[in-house]
C-alpha cells in the first residue's frame, strides 16, 4: 500500500468552513432535515477525500518512477495499481476529477455516473455504489445521489463539493473538518450521544506519551490498535507523530468500528497508507484481532453508552476478554477498558480517554469497582491524567487519560501518579462547539515531564497503590437512649425475646386499637410495617391486663414501663415488634414483643493489602467513631479514585477583622451617598 501522509500542510483546513455552508443551504432550500445534513455529506466528502489522495498517489508515481500517464499508460496504470490505494479509471488514466465533471450541465450526469462505477469494488462496497438489496451500504453513495437527483440538487450539490481540495491535507486535517461537519449539526438529534472526537491537541499529548513508554528499538516493527477507531483520527494521529517525531519506521495499525460511515472513512483512509487494517463490527463481540497482542493501544471509548442490545453475548463470552466482572449496562467504558487490557502486549503501553466515571462509578462489590479492583490489583495503571473542562467538541466535562503499562519499572511498582493537568490550557481564539480550550506545546511539555520523573510536583501526587482501596464495612448498630440505655441491657440481657404479656390495646400515634383481638392478620401486618418505617418518630404504647402499659418515647428514644403502681421504669432505647400466629388450637394469637432498636449501616475504611494490619485498622476506626454497640458483618473492598479530593485546595476565608473593617469602610462611604 502507499503511505502518502507525509504532505506539507497548506491553510488551515477551516477555510472551507463556507463551502459546507453553502452546501448546507442547498440542502435546506430542498428540504433535507438537518439533523441529516452529516449523512447526506459524508459520502460526498468521502469522495474529495479519495480523489486528493488518488492525485496525490498519482505524483508519488510521477516522481519515484518517473512514469507520465500521456507517455506510459500501460506501465503507468501498472505502478499505480501496484500501490494497492484503490484505483479509478476516470480520475487515474483520464485525469477527470469531479470538478471537470461538472463544468458541463448537459454531460453531468452520463460522467457522474461513469466516475463513480470507475472505483474499484472494495472502494465501491465502501462508498455505497451498485451494492445489492441484502449487502451492507456504508456510506450509501447510491441512496443519497438518488435523492439529491429526486430534489434537483444533485449538479448544485456536486458542484460545491468540487471546490473543495483536500489533496493538501493530513489525514488529522481532514478529520477535522469531517468532525466539523458532524458537530454542526448531528448533535440536533442526539445521534452522536456518547462520541467524542479526539482533538487535535489530545492527541499530540497521547503520542507524545506513547513516545516515551514504548521500548522497542526504532527499526522494528510497532503494531498500534484502536478498538474504538471511528474515522481513525486518533490512530493515525498517533501512528502519524510517532513516525515523524519519535523517529519510528516501521508502524502497522489497526483498528475497529462499528458505525457504517466511520468505518468506510477510516477504511479508505487506510487504503493510503502502508500496514493498515480497519474491521468492521463490535469490537466487544467480535474481537477481530483476537489472537495478536498490541505494543500500543489507544482509545476514546463513547461514555455513558448502553449495552444492554448485546448483554448476553458479552455475558456469554468464552475467549477471557472481561475478566473482574461486568459494569452496568447503562455504561460500556469500562468493557473497552478490560478489552484492551486483554489485547495488550505484556510489553505493551495503552492510554486510553474516559470520563469521569470509570475512576469512581459504582460501589464496593459492584462490576465497576470489582473492574478497578482487578486492574489494580495487576498493578497495571502507572497514571492517570485528568484534562481541562471544555477540550471536547460536545461535551465541556472533564475527561481523563489512563496510562496503563503491564510491566511498569521497578521503582514504579506498587505506585500510581496522578497527574492534575485541568489547568493547563489556553482560550481558542473561536470555540469549537464546546472546545473553547487547548493544550499548547508547553502544557504538553509539562504533563509528559511529570510523567516521566515521576515525583511529586505541583500537578503530581504520587500514591501507593493501596491508596485507593477501601473497606466497605457492614455492620449492625443497636441504637440507644439519650441516656445511653439499650433493651438488651434490661429486659432481655441474655438475649432472648421479651414478650409482653396479655396486650389488651394498642396506641400508634393517634390511632387507638382498644381490642387487639378483633385486629385480623392483615390488620397487624399494616401495624408492624407502618411502626417498622416510623420507628424513630412514632409514639407506641401498649396496655397490658396486668403489667401495666410499656410506651415508646420518640423524644427520648426509649421505652418506658409504667407498673399497675404507677412506677415508672426506663427500659432504654428499644422497638416494637408485632406478629401473628395460629397456634394449635386454631386460634389467631396476636404477639408483640420489645426488641433492640437494631440499625444495618456501614463505614467506609481505609484498606490495607496485609489482613492483619486490615484487621487492626478496622478495630482502631470503629473504637475512635463509633460510640453504639455494634456487630461487624461483612467487609466488602472496593476501589475508586477522587481528583478533587486528592487535589483539594481549602478556600481562602477572610479573618473576621478584615471583614469588619470592610464593613466599616462601606458603611462610610454611604453616608456619603445622597438619599
Same mark, same amino acid.
Given at each position: 500500500?502507499?503511505?502518502?501522509?507525509?504532505?506539507?500542510?497548506?491553510?488551515?483546513?477551516?477555510?472551507?468552513?463556507?463551502?459546507?455552508?453553502?452546501?448546507?443551504?442547498?440542502?435546506?432550500?430542498?428540504?433535507?432535515?438537518?439533523?441529516?445534513?452529516?449523512?447526506?455529506?459524508?459520502?460526498?466528502?468521502?469522495?474529495?477525500?479519495?480523489?486528493?489522495?488518488?492525485?496525490?498517489?498519482?505524483?508519488?508515481?510521477?516522481?519515484?518512477?518517473?512514469? $507520465?500517464?500521456?507517455?506510459?499508460?500501460?506501465?503507468? /496504470?501498472? @505502478?499505480? =495499481?501496484?500501490?494497492?490505494?484503490?484505483?479509478?479509471? *476516470?480520475?487515474?488514466?483520464?485525469?477527470?476529477?469531479?470538478?471537470?465533471?461538472?463544468?458541463?450541465?448537459?454531460?453531468?450526469?452520463?460522467?457522474?455516473?461513469?466516475?463513480?462505477?470507475?472505483?474499484?469494488?472494495?472502494?465501491?462496497?465502501?462508498l455505497g455504489i451498485e451494492r445489492g438489496k441484502d449487502e451492507k451500504k456504508y456510506l450509501n453513495m447510491d441512496y443519497y445521489v438518488a435523492e439529491l437527483r429526486s430534489k434537483k440538487i444533485l449538479?448544485?450539490?456536486?458542484?460545491?463539493?468540487?471546490?473543495?481540495?483536500?489533496?493538501?491535507?493530513?489525514?488529522?486535517?481532514? $478529520?477535522?473538518?469531517?468532525?466539523?461537519?458532524?458537530? /454542526?449539526? @448531528?448533535? =440536533?438529534?442526539?445521534?452522536?450521544?456518547?462520541?467524542? *472526537?479526539?482533538?487535535?491537541?489530545?492527541?499530540?499529548?497521547?503520542?507524545?506519551?506513547?513516545?516515551?513508554?514504548?521500548?522497542?528499538?526504532?527499526?522494528?516493527?510497532?503494531?498500534?490498535?484502536?478498538?474504538?477507531?471511528?474515522?481513525?483520527?486518533?490512530?493515525?494521529?498517533?501512528?502519524?507523530?510517532?513516525?515523524s517525531q519519535a523517529g519510528y519506521k516501521n508502524i502497522h495499525t489497526w483498528g475497529s468500528e462499528y458505525n457504517d460511515a466511520l468505518y468506510a472513512l477510516a477504511a479508505i483512509e487506510s487504503r493510503f497508507r502502508n500496514h493498515s487494517q480497519i474491521s468492521y463490527g463490535n469490537t466487544l463481540t467480535t474481537a477481530p484481532f483476537m489472537n495478536r497482542s498490541f505494543d500500543v493501544i489507544v482509545a476514546n471509548p463513547p461514555y455513558g453508552t448502553k449495552w444492554s442490545g448485546y448483554e448476553q453475548d458479552i455475558k456469554n463470552d468464552q475467549k477471557g476478554q472481561f475478566p473482574g466482572g461486568l459494569p452496568s449496562v447503562s455504561d460500556g467504558q469500562l468493557l473497552f477498558m478490560q478489552h484492551i487490557l486483554w489485547q495488550l502486549d505484556q510489553n505493551g503501553i495503552a492510554v486510553e480517554v474516559h470520563n469521569g466515571s470509570t475512576l469512581f462509578s459504582g460501589d464496593a462489590g459492584s462490576g465497576e469497582s470489582n473492574i478497578r479492583k482487578y486492574i489494580f490489583d495487576h498493578d497495571w495503571v502507572e497514571a492517570i491524567i485528568q484534562m481541562p473542562q471544555n477540550e471536547f467538541f460536545n461535551t465541556g466535562i472533564y475527561t481523563y487519560l489512563w496510562i496503563m503499562n503491564k510491566q511498569k519499572p521497578f521503582e514504579r511498582k506498587d505506585k500510581v501518579a496522578l497527574i492534575d493537568g485541568s489547568h493547563l490550557w489556553r482560550l481558542l481564539k473561536k470555540a469549537k462547539g464546546d472546545k473553547r480550550r487547548e493544550m499548547t506545546e508547553e502544557h504538553r511539555a509539562k504533563i509528559v515531564q511529570a510523567l516521566t520523573e515521576f515525583a511529586p510536583s505541583d500537578i503530581c501526587k504520587i500514591f501507593d497503590r493501596e491508596h485507593f482501596y477501601y473497606n466497605k464495612q457492614s455492620l449492625t448498630l443497636t441504637e440507644i437512649s439519650d441516656k445511653g440505655r439499650y433493651v438488651e441491657q434490661t429486659v432481655c440481657p441474655d438475649g432472648k425475646v421479651f414478650v409482653i404479656k396479655d396486650p389488651v390495646s394498642l396506641t400508634i400515634g393517634e390511632d387507638v386499637y382498644d381490642d387487639l383481638f378483633m385486629l385480623t392478620s392483615d390488620d397487624i401486618k399494616a401495624i408492624a410495617k407502618r411502626v417498622t418505617s416510623e420507628r424513630q418518630e412514632l409514639a407506641v404504647s401498649v396496655a397490658?391486663?396486668?403489667?401495666?402499659?410499656?410506651?415508646?418515647?420518640?423524644?427520648?428514644?426509649?421505652?418506658?414501663?409504667?407498673?399497675?403502681?404507677?412506677?415508672?421504669?426506663?427500659?432504654?432505647?428499644g422497638a416494637f415488634s408485632f406478629k401473628t400466629t395460629?397456634?394449635?388450637?386454631?386460634?389467631?394469637?396476636?404477639?408483640?414483643?420489645?426488641?433492640?432498636?437494631?440499625?444495618?449501616?456501614?463505614?467506609?475504611?481505609?484498606?490495607?493489602?496485609?489482613?492483619?494490619?486490615?484487621?487492626?485498622?478496622?478495630?482502631?476506626?470503629?473504637?475512635?467513631?463509633?460510640?453504639?454497640?455494634?456487630?461487624?458483618?461483612?467487609?466488602?473492598v472496593g476501589v475508586e479514585l477522587n481528583f478533587n479530593k486528592e487535589f483539594y485546595v481549602p478556600e481562602k476565608i477572610d479573618k473576621v477583622d478584615d471583614i469588619l473593617s470592610e464593613l466599616k469602610m462601606l458603611a462610610k462611604e454611604m453616608k456619603g451617598i445622597e438619599v
Open positions: 500500500m502507499a503511505d502518502i501522509q507525509n504532505i506539507q500542510q497548506p491553510r488551515d483546513i477551516m477555510h472551507y468552513e463556507s463551502d459546507i455552508w453553502e452546501i448546507a443551504d442547498l440542502l435546506l432550500a430542498a428540504s433535507v432535515k438537518q439533523s441529516d445534513f452529516p449523512a447526506y455529506m459524508m459520502p460526498f466528502f468521502a469522495l474529495m477525500m479519495l480523489e486528493g489522495r488518488m492525485l496525490n498517489a498519482m505524483k508519488r508515481v510521477e516522481e519515484e518512477e518517473e512514469l $507520465t500517464v500521456k507517455d506510459d499508460p500501460v506501465d503507468f /496504470k501498472e @505502478a499505480f =495499481i501496484d500501490m494497492d490505494c484503490g484505483y479509478n479509471e *476516470y480520475i487515474v488514466m483520464q485525469g477527470k476529477t469531479l470538478s471537470n465533471i461538472c463544468n458541463s450541465d448537459t454531460t453531468f450526469e452520463q460522467d457522474f455516473n461513469s466516475y463513480l462505477k470507475a472505483f474499484d469494488a472494495e472502494l465501491k462496497k465502501l449538479l448544485s450539490v456536486i458542484t460545491a463539493w468540487s471546490k473543495i481540495d483536500l489533496s493538501p491535507y493530513d489525514n488529522s486535517a481532514i $478529520t477535522t473538518l469531517e468532525e466539523h461537519i458532524k458537530r /454542526k449539526w @448531528a448533535d =440536533i438529534s442526539a445521534s452522536t450521544a456518547g462520541e467524542q *472526537y479526539t482533538p487535535d491537541d489530545i492527541i499530540s499529548l497521547i503520542a507524545d506519551i506513547v513516545a516515551t513508554k514504548v521500548r522497542k528499538p526504532k527499526n522494528q516493527n510497532i503494531h498500534v490498535y484502536d478498538p474504538t477507531c471511528g474515522g481513525a483520527n486518533l490512530l493515525f494521529g498517533v501512528a502519524d507523530r510517532l513516525h397490658t391486663e396486668n403489667d401495666g402499659v410499656y410506651a415508646f418515647l420518640p423524644e427520648q428514644c426509649t421505652i418506658v414501663h409504667t407498673g399497675k403502681d404507677g412506677k415508672k421504669r426506663d427500659l432504654g432505647c395460629v397456634n394449635k388450637k386454631q386460634v389467631v394469637v396476636h404477639k408483640i414483643t420489645i426488641e433492640p432498636f437494631l440499625i444495618s449501616d456501614y463505614e467506609i475504611i481505609p484498606h490495607h493489602f496485609d489482613a492483619h494490619e486490615n484487621q487492626r485498622e478496622v478495630e482502631v476506626f470503629m473504637q475512635k467513631y463509633v460510640f453504639k454497640p455494634y456487630v461487624l458483618g461483612k467487609n466488602v
